[in-house]
């Protein structure tokens, strides 16, 4: 079975061909960044300019990688949410119209499944098993039961995580995307000198909260009163980057205890998201997963981020069990893996 895959939820045009055999035939990423550079985030509007712009050739460059055309394909999947709807809107259409003309079935993929399946693309990871799934704009904590079967846990009442590593890197004057270069700035930092807040810390559940550190950042730059120079910089960076880490092990480990009490023979502690990319954070799960009798399993860095490999995999995933969608399907903007879970909230406050 041969699958192709398209993503364009955000700022990556991205397609990849993917079988059942778990290889990976073409894998082509563009990334947007430099268009983004200038505004330190994503602007929805450029995003789907660009995915209208170069989605195509990235299709094209896909099927050329592979050395094969769509005649050879067994379904055609992309990401029909959630994400930013214009972009989310230009993938989604490019594959009904592939699906349309080639004669194949068109299969509508979550992204959010996409990560959640990843690792049984590249480590064959069995069910069940626990997900943190932590990026620019997600942050959830969801045991993984089956395809299409999810049980969230824990999600942001506010930012996630991979939001606060970019606001932080703004405020450092680092740049963006500001996953990287904060981690590269806060290499050889005193991550103590700033007493930064863990949020949530204490609090029962898996729920997270990222603005309050943001504020804490801030007022940390604020204090320095025009003096944040190279030592500063790199010392609140570290600073930062360990408040991140600390903080989602604590609530993983509420999680931990949690997917035992309903699955007592899970083994597998899966981090996905471009956040996980970061080796500290890495680290310190890795720790966590130990001390709790689990195996830390993370796709390679380049499959953490957005990419039409994830996509591929998970339609692959969904069409071998029968499931594949009509082209009226309609993208989503917003596209729960749990449906049946209730509003994050804490303390009276509402998500």
């Not at 997900?131 to 704009?137: A, D, E, F, R, T």
Request: proline share 5%.
């Amino acid at each position: 079975m041969i699958v192709l895959g398209i993503e364009t939820s955000c700022d990556e045009t991205a397609a990849a061909v993917v079988d059942d055999a778990r290889v990976i035939h073409a894998n082509v990423v563009l990334s947007q960044i430099e268009e983004h550079r200038l505004y330190g985030g994503v602007v929805p509007e450029v995003a789907a300019r660009s995915h209208l712009e170069h989605a195509d050739s990235v299709i094209a460059q896909a099927m050329q990688d592979a050395n094969m055309s769509f005649k050879d394909l067994d379904c055609i999947a992309a990401t029909t949410g959630p994400g930013l709807i214009g972009g989310v809107l230009v993938g989604a259409m490019s594959a009904k119209a592939i699906a349309l003309a080639s004669g194949k079935p068109f299969v509508a993929v979550n992204h959010l499944e996409g990560h959640a399946l990843t690792v049984r693309l590249t480590n064959d990871v069995p069910f069940p098993y626990l997900l943190l799934l932590v990026s620019g704009g997600h942050c959830q904590l969801l045991i993984c039961e089956g395809v299409g079967q999810y049980k969230r846990l824990g999600t942001t009442i506010d930012d996630a995580a991979g939001e606060a590593f970019d606001k932080t890197a703004k405020m450092l004057g680092l740049g963006y995307p500001g996953g990287p270069l904060v981690e590269k700035a806060a290499v050889g930092g005193d991550a103590k000198r700033f007493n930064l807040p863990r949020p949530m810390k204490g609090r029962p559940g898996c729920d997270f909260s990222f603005s309050g550190l943001k504020t804490s950042v801030r007022r940390a730059v604020e204090t320095l009163d025009g003096s944040l120079g190279p030592d500063a910089t790199r010392d609140l960076a570290a600073s930062f980057q360990l408040a991140v880490a600390e903080t989602l092990v604590t609530r993983t480990k509420n999680a931990i205890k949690m997917a035992k009490d309903i699955h007592p023979n899970i083994k597998h502690l899966v981090v996905a998201g471009g956040v996980a990319a970061n080796q500290a954070i890495g680290t310190a799960l890795t720790e966590l997963a130990e001390k709790s009798n689990m195996s830390l399993v993370k796709p390679a860095p380049a499959l953490c981020t957005d990419n039409g490999a994830m996509i591929a995999w998970a339609g692959l995933e969904r069409f071998r069990l029968g499931h594949s969608d009509p082209l009226d399907f309609k993208a989503r903007p917003r596209w729960p893996l749990d449906p049946d879970a209730p509003s994050a909230a804490y303390a009276g406050a509402k998500a």
